[in-house]
Every structure is written in structure tokens, then in C-alpha cells.
């Protein structure tokens, strides 16, 4: 049902290489609107250089990435942005010295009519923004490199939601976060996928993905091993995927694919 | 009760313990800023007792002010430079070849070559124009090679060092140029570069209601937000300090007279009774110190009110995550180092009209007390770090601890020894109070 529909963004056989390393070997990966699909894969699949190039954080050597159907030029991450791609990276990009407010806003400032910055409008909003993500954030005052883990994650993730994002990535969203906190994120999902955004959540942890995804995308050594929607198949069976690149009967092999 | 709460919010102030606290919490005073201003206030006492009272007076604090204009002018620049983790060793020799391109232009281009003839009413601004279009040409090729060609600030200014200082030689083949435009020569003080009583009084006022009125729209603009307002009591501490400190500056500019004899023959050419023990007519504020004041306040205004300054800080402190947002880094870089090669040009003028004359080694070393006054001022070379208030203050240390060694009689080595001492010093108390802010 799902998948007969235009997807949102369409990846297909993206490479890359960094030196001799192929980070990423002919990977081919769809989102629809609405959908969750979690990109699973041990340290060093190649997860994050993948949804890289769609952040437009790095340029693809070969391969194509289509927005609701049409060709994408994605070069830089202000591109991205443009098409309405939001990316909460793994290493926390934060501007570390700045304040929360100043974060949210980066590159994409309230002015005034005189063009000057309006800081007080800016703030008012992150505290709307931020209270509705995390009641008990007080700090907006303070450069967010004097904030915990857990509270830089959180104006991590407000950033990428407070320009409507129509798909957003997450990757490793939860790594730096208590159970607690994991657990709010967890609603987040649910709450922004219900308001119709594609959502790439990346993870190492098949615990993590399993109960939030539509389907999983499975990558090792830069290709993908298969995808399969999360009704189809069991967590073991993932967990096969991600460790020995074995594909059960309910999922679809990709090129990273070991045949019996 | 939550309601409450949102409506009143509370100021932090009023959690503070001892009274210090509350006052700095209430008035929301940099520490940092208020250490350095107590700093230079030991520096200037102590300065004063040693040289028998030769520091604070308004002769010697007015000829401070014009001397620190020029590097006051420039450390502006190197702020935002710093803060973006690059560095400029070629501002000296940047200067050098400004001064000298606006002094051919002033002698000889405008008024031989085209024309004009000397002492046109035009040439000192066209001259100044001339300057500034070759320093922030020169600003924004070093910034492309650094921005888009990679190679370190570092090397690239160093580079640029060499280059432009040669490049000044060539000029006039080592010549010197002298003098300069009378017009021009305004911008660098003296009794007909400064503006006199009357005007000193203006701008004075006018700063006074300058931070008056800044003070009202910030408690305006936060009653909007409804943000926690500052204590009453506070705001008005800091009106009264800040117009205090600007009529002390102009009432200690129009103490210090003209030199007698100057007087003596102003008051001839302008027919005027010259009284008994000779005629006082003020200095005022200088010309080259209004440039500095106006400089400060343009990039206090970029660093701290536009979407490049607060740009340029977020690069500072995580390049790679203000790329990811979306932000043009290497444009921002470009333009950076475009208007470090701009305020070069002001300073050259500056330096120039003061010296009445270029020359080949105008601006030599200016780099390092460039470098050494934003880095006292508080700008931090780990990047991210630094305001220009600061970096102002810097300068002004900088300077004070010079002219008060000149006063004491410090032979010019020991006077390098010891502000060398000083910044190292410096940098060190600035690293203990970061360890313990964060
Ligand atoms: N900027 C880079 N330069 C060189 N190698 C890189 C770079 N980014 C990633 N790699 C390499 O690409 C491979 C995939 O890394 P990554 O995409 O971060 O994996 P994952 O996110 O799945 O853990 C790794 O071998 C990593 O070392
Ligand atoms: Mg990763």
C-alpha cells in the first residue's frame, strides 16, 4: 500500500569512496511519507556516510536521489535543506559557544525589519519550542557547550524540527541519551510520523528501531544486505542480516546479500 | 501558580547570595570585562604613582587615546579573525602598503596626474577611498586563497607579510612621502585634528542618550517576551556608570589645551584678545579616536546584531557544525578577512596623517600588538571566543603599559621584555577563569 505511492526521497546505487575505501558500494534506499525506516548495520556499514550525501554533508561519487519522484541536486546542506531535509547527526553538530536559541535558528535567522537579528523573537520561540521537547530545559542563556548530553541532543532535535521538515534523519538520535530521555524521543517519532514526515532513523542497536520502524534497511561493509518490512520479519532475523548478512525468506536481498 | 510564574518571571538575580553576586548577576556585567577594566585601573594608578603623576593627566590619557587608535582599529578585525580560529600576520604590512598607495595618491595622483591640484577639498576622500578599495582588495585574495584554496591563514598572511611590505617598496622605490594632504592630516589628531569643547559635548550627549535609550528598548523588548526583567535599581546603575564614564572621557579631552604657542597664533589669525596667561582653547576629542569609537561601535554592531557575526561566531566554535547548518563558511571566511583588509586601510590613514608622512616601515610589528591586544582583550586563538569591547580594552592596555614605560624613563628592550611578560600572563589568568566558568 505504502510503497505503491511516490516515495519521498528515492536513493539509488549511491557510492562513495574516501581513499581506497568504499564506504558506501550501490546502495539503494526509498522513504515514504509517513514511514520510519531504520538503517541498521554494525559500526562502520556505512550508515551515516549514506544519509550524509543526502544531508548534502558529502557529494556522491556515482548514484542518483530523487525527491517525490524528480531528479535532486544536493551539493552542500543548504540544498538539502531546501528540499526540507533535516539531519540530526551522529557527532552532535552543534555550534558549541552559541546559545540554544542561536542554535535552533543557525543559518536560517528571524531579522527584524531592519535586517539586525531578533534575538528576543528567536528566544521566545525556542522556549515555545523547546518546552514542548523538553518541559525542564531552563539553560537559554548559557552556550550549549555547557549543557548535558541529553540537553544539547534536545536542541539538536528541536533545530531539525522547528523548520518543517518534511523528511528528517536521525542518526543515532538516542546514543547520548538516558531511558528517560530515549523514551521522549521515542513519542517525538511517533508524533512527527503521524504529521506525515518520512523519518531515517539510524542506528547500530536493532533494540532501538525495531518497535518504531515501518520497515529496516540492513547495511554491512558499505552495501546494503536487504530490507523487509518489520511485520515480516523477526528481530532475530534482523540481527542475522546485521551480523552475517544471511537474508530471511520475509525480506528483499540487496546487493550485500550472502546466498546459501 | 504556574501561570504566575509565566507571567512574573524572576530574574536570577534574586537567588544571589552576597552582595558582589547580586550586583553582578543583576546587572548582568561581563566578569570578564569588569576584571579587565579593574586591571587597567591598577595599571594606570600604578603608572601614575611611579612616574610622579605624569600618567593621569589629561595630556598624557589624550595622547593615549590617539596613539591606541590606529591598533584599536585593526584589533576589531583580528577578533573576528581569531575567533574563527585563522590569523592575519600581514595587518602591519597591509598597513604599510595602504599608507604608502594613499600617500602617492594624495601627493601626486589626484592632485598632479589628474589635476586637482594640492590641497583640493576631494583628495583627502578620494585618496582614503583609493585605500580602502586596495585593503579590502587585498583582504579578499587572501581570504579566497585561505577559504577556498585551504591553505592555513597562517601561512597565507605570512605570506602576505613578505609580500605586502615588499610591495610597499615598490611603490616609490623606498621613498618616503610626505606631506600629506592638510585634510587628510586630520585623521591623525593633534590641535586641528580633534574636535574641540563644543563638539566633544556633543558627542558625549549624544552617547549618553545613546545608552539610555539602548537601555530602555532592551527592558521594552523584553517586557514583550515577557524574558526576567533586569532590577530597576541595576538598570539605572549601569546608566549612571555608562554616561558617567563618557562625560569623565570628554571632560578629561577638554582639559588638555592647545600648546601656547599654536593658541597664540590661532587667536592672531583669527583676531582674537589673547587674556592673560595665554588663551585655552581645548583639544577635545580627537578625530582618529572618533574613528576608533565609530569602528568599535560598526562591529560591535556585525559581531553582536547580524546574521555574519553570529555566523562567525558559530564557525568559531564548531566549523563543521556551522557548515551542516547550512552556512556558507567559506563566503564568511572571504568576507572576514575583506574587512580585517578594510579597517587595515582606516588604520593606514590614521597612522599616516599622524606621522604626516608614509614610509616604508609604517606598521612594522603592528601585527603582534594587534594579535597581542585581542588576545589580552579576551579573544580566544581555540576560536570561538572574544568580543570587540574586549579586544578594545586590550588595545588600550597595550598602549597604556607602552606610553606609562615611556614616561618612567624603561629603556625600549626592557619595555619589550615586559609586555611580553604581560601577554603571557594575560593568556594564563584567561585560561585559570575559563577552567573555572566551565
Ligand atoms: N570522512 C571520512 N573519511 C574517510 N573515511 C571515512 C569518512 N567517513 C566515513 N569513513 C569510513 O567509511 C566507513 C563507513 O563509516 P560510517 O558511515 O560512519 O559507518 P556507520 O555510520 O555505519 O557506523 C568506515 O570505514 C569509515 O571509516
Ligand atoms: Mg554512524
Same mark, same amino acid.
Given at each position: 500500500m505504502l510503497d505503491t505511492s511516490t516515495p519521498l526521497v528515492e536513493m539509488t546505487d549511491i557510492s562513495i569512496s574516501f581513499g581506497?575505501?568504499?564506504?558506501?558500494d550501490q546502495a539503494?534506499?526509498?522513504?515514504?511519507?509517513?514511514?520510519?525506516?531504520?538503517?541498521?548495520?554494525?559500526?562502520?556499514?556505512?550508515?551515516? /556516510?549514506?544519509?550524509?550525501?543526502?544531508?548534502?554533508?558529502y557529494k556522491?561519487?556515482?548514484?542518483?536521489?530523487?525527491?517525490?519522484?524528480?531528479?535532486?541536486?544536493?551539493?552542500?546542506?543548504?540544498?538539502?535543506?531546501?528540499?526540507?531535509?533535516?539531519?540530526?547527526?551522529?557527532?552532535?553538530?552543534?555550534?558549541d559557544n552559541v546559545?540554544?536559541?542561536?542554535?535552533?535558528?543557525?543559518?536560517r535567522e528571524m531579522v527584524t525589519p531592519l535586517g539586525t537579528l531578533d534575538d528576543a523573537a528567536m528566544e521566545s520561540k525556542a522556549r515555545e519550542v523547546m518546552g514542548r521537547l523538553n518541559p525542564n530545559f531552563r539553560r537559554f542563556k548559557e552556550p550549549v557547550k555547557a549543557l548535558s548530553g541529553g540537553q544539547r541532543q534536545s536542541v539538536a532535535i528541536a533545530r531539525a524540527i522547528l523548520f518543517n521538515a518534511r523528511i528528517l534523519i536521525m542518526d543515532e538520535p538516542t546514543a547520548a541519551l538516558g531511558p528517560q530521555e530515549t523514551a521522549q524521543v521515542g513519542d517525538l517519532i511517533k508524533q512527527l510520523k503521524s504529521e506525515g514526515i518520512g523519518i531515517f532513523l539510524i542506528s547500530h542497536d536493532i533494540h532501538d528501531v525495531f518497535d518504531l520502524a515501518d520497515r529496516v534497511v540492513v547495511m554491512k561493509n558499505g552495501?546494503?544486505?536487504?530490507?523487509?518490512?518489520?511485520?515480516?520479519?523477526?528481530?532475530?532475523?534482523?540481527?542475522?542480516?546485521?551480523?552475517?548478512?544471511?537474508?530471511?525468506?520475509?525480506? /528483499?536481498?540487496?546487493?550485500?546479500?550472502?546466498?546459501? | 501558580m504556574a501561570e504566575h510564574a509565566l507571567s512574573s518571571p524572576v530574574h536570577p538575580s534574586s537567588h544571589a547570595r552576597n552582595a558582589l553576586q547580586r550586583f553582578l548577576s543583576a546587572t548582568e556585567v561581563d566578569t570578564r570585562l569588569l576584571g579587565m577594566i579593574g586591571a587597567l585601573a591598577i595599571i594606570w594608578v600604578g603608572f601614575n604613582i611611579f612616574s610622579g603623576g605624569l600618567f593621569l593627566t589629561p595630556r598624557n590619557l589624550w595622547n593615549l587615546s590617539v596613539q591606541t587608535a590606529s591598533v584599536a582599529v585593526m584589533v576589531t578585525g583580528m577578533v573576528l579573525v581569531i575567533v574563527t580560529r585563522n590569523i592575519d600576520l600581514s595587518v602591519g604590512s597591509i598597513l604599510g602598503l595602504v599608507g604608502m598607495v594613499m600617500g602617492v595618491m594624495q601627493t601626486s595622483f589626484f592632485p598632479v596626474q589628474l589635476g586637482l591640484g594640492l590641497g583640493h577639498p576631494l583628495i583627502w576622500v578620494l585618496s582614503l577611498a583609493v585605500g580602502l578599495a586596495v585593503g579590502t582588495g587585498i583582504g579578499a585574495l587572501q581570504g579566497v586563497i585561505i577559504a577556498y584554496l585551504r591553505v592555513p591563514a597562517f601561512i597565507v598572511t605570512l605570506g602576505g607579510y613578505l609580500v605586502w611590505r615588499g610591495a610597499a617598496w615598490w611603490v616609490t622605490a623606498g621613498r618616503t612621502v610626505a606631506p600629506m594632504d592638510s585634510t587628510f592630516q586630520l585623521m591623525g589628531g593633534g590641535p586641528g585634528g580633534s574636535v574641540g569643547a563644543f563638539w566633544s559635548w556633543v558627542v558625549g550627549i549624544l552617547a549618553c542618550v545613546a545608552i539610555v535609550v539602548g537601555l530602555l528598548l532592551g527592558r521594552?523588548?523584553?517586557?514583550?517576551?515577557?524574558?526576567?526583567?533586569?532590577?530597576v535599581w541595576a538598570e539605572v546603575v549601569l546608566g549612571v556608570l555608562g554616561c558617567g564614564a563618557t562625560i569623565g572621557a570628554v571632560l578629561i579631552a577638554n582639559a588638555y589645551p592647545w600648546p601656547t604657542r599654536i593658541a597664540a597664533n590661532f587667536a592672531e589669525a583669527n583676531g582674537l584678545d589673547v587674556p592673560e596667561g595665554g588663551?585655552?582653547?581645548?583639544?577635545?576629542?580627537?578625530?582618529?579616536?572618533?574613528?576608533?569609537?565609530?569602528?568599535?561601535?560598526?562591529?560591535?554592531?556585525?559581531?553582536?546584531?547580524?546574521?555574519?557575526?553570529r555566523y562567525v561566531y558559530a564557525m568559531g566554535g564548531n566549523p563543521e557544525a556551522a557548515e551542516l547548518?547550512?552556512?556558507?563558511?567559506?563566503?564568511?571566511?572571504?568576507?572576514?578577512?575583506?574587512?580585517?583588509?578594510?579597517?587595515?586601510?582606516?588604520?593606514?590613514?590614521?597612522?599616516?596623517?599622524?606621522?604626516?608622512?608614509?614610509?616604508?616601515?609604517?606598521?612594522?610589528?603592528?601585527?603582534?600588538?594587534?594579535?597581542?591586544?585581542?588576545?589580552?582583550?579576551?579573544?580566544?586563538?581555540?576560536?570561538?571566543?572574544g568580543t570587540i569591547a574586549g579586544a578594545l580594552l586590550g588595545a588600550v592596555v597595550m598602549q597604556s603599559l607602552q606610553s606609562g614605560m615611556v614616561l618612567m624613563g624603561l629603556d625600549s628592550p626592557l619595555q619589550s621584555i615586559v609586555v611580553g611578560i604581560v601577554l603571557v600572563f594575560a593568556v594564563w589568568l584567561d585560561t585559570l577563569y575559563r577552567r573555572n566558568k566551565y
Open positions: 581506497g575505501i568504499r564506504a558506501v539503494s534506499i526509498t522513504l515514504h511519507k509517513g514511514e520510519v525506516v531504520g538503517l541498521l548495520g554494525h559500526n562502520g556499514a556505512g550508515k551515516s /556516510t549514506l544519509i550524509k550525501i543526502l544531508s548534502g554533508a556522491r561519487d556515482t548514484g542518483d536521489i530523487r525527491i517525490d519522484g524528480a531528479p535532486a541536486t544536493i551539493n552542500n546542506p543548504r540544498d538539502a535543506k531546501g528540499y526540507g531535509i533535516e539531519t540530526i547527526y551522529q557527532q552532535l553538530a552543534v555550534a546559545d540554544a536559541a542561536a542554535n535552533l535558528f543557525l543559518g552495501q546494503v544486505v536487504g530490507e523487509a518490512k518489520t511485520t515480516d520479519v523477526t528481530k532475530d532475523e534482523v540481527l542475522g542480516m546485521i551480523i552475517l548478512g544471511k537474508v530471511p525468506p520475509g525480506a /528483499t536481498p540487496g546487493p550485500g546479500a550472502i546466498r546459501e | 521594552r523588548q523584553r517586557q514583550r517576551f515577557k524574558f526576567p526583567q533586569r532590577p588663551l585655552f582653547i581645548s583639544h577635545g576629542i580627537a578625530i582618529p579616536v572618533l574613528m576608533a569609537i565609530g569602528v568599535g561601535v560598526v562591529m560591535t554592531f556585525l559581531a553582536t546584531r547580524t546574521r555574519f557575526g547548518a547550512g552556512i556558507n563558511t567559506r563566503w564568511v571566511t572571504v568576507k572576514i578577512f575583506m574587512l580585517m583588509g578594510a579597517l587595515c586601510a582606516i588604520a593606514a590613514a590614521i597612522s599616516t596623517a599622524r606621522l604626516n608622512a608614509a614610509t616604508n616601515a609604517l606598521g612594522t610589528l603592528d601585527e603582534l600588538y594587534v594579535i597581542a591586544a585581542a588576545v589580552i582583550g579576551g579573544t580566544s586563538l581555540a576560536g570561538g571566543v
